[in-house]
């Protein structure tokens, strides 16, 4: 059994929709190593993106992603060798980045001081 999980004020922000969608792209630009124009890119067709989404069907992928891209938390490009290659590659803006990941409060000298971590890190 599959869990998917999303943030709450990405939700907020983008819609659910794109929130779970956002949250697997997040994860997948973590462990990429294709790294152009100074940022990290990840590659994939909505057919294969809706693979990892049962529940979406493609046209239901099409439509969210299209929305990320409109509302400026995805920029798409692309970066294929072959030029018939019509996959698309994508990346997320600081923007949507930054909105990923919450901060977490730590306590510093058993002063009962909290400090917040950075908003979030760098892919």
Do not use: C
């Not at 004020?9 to 956002?22: F, H, P, S």
């Not at 798409?76 to 030029?83: L, S």
């Amino acid at each position: 059994m599959s869990k998917y999980y999303f943030n709450k004020d990405v939700a907020k922000r983008y819609g659910v929709n794109e929130a779970i969608i956002l949250e697997m792209l997040y994860f997948r630009l973590s462990k990429t190593n294709h790294i152009y124009d100074g940022k990290k890119w990840w590659f994939g067709s909505i057919k294969h993106i809706q693979k990892s989404f049962p529940f979406y069907t493609e046209k239901q992928v099409w439509r969210i992603m299209n929305s990320l891209e409109k509302q400026k938390a995805v920029i798409v490009g692309n970066y294929n060798k072959m030029k018939y290659d019509r996959t698309k590659w994508y990346t997320m803006t600081e923007e949507a980045i930054s909105q990923m990941v919450k901060p977490i409060p730590v306590v510093i000298n058993n002063n009962n001081k909290e400090f917040e971590l950075p908003k979030h890190k760098p892919l």
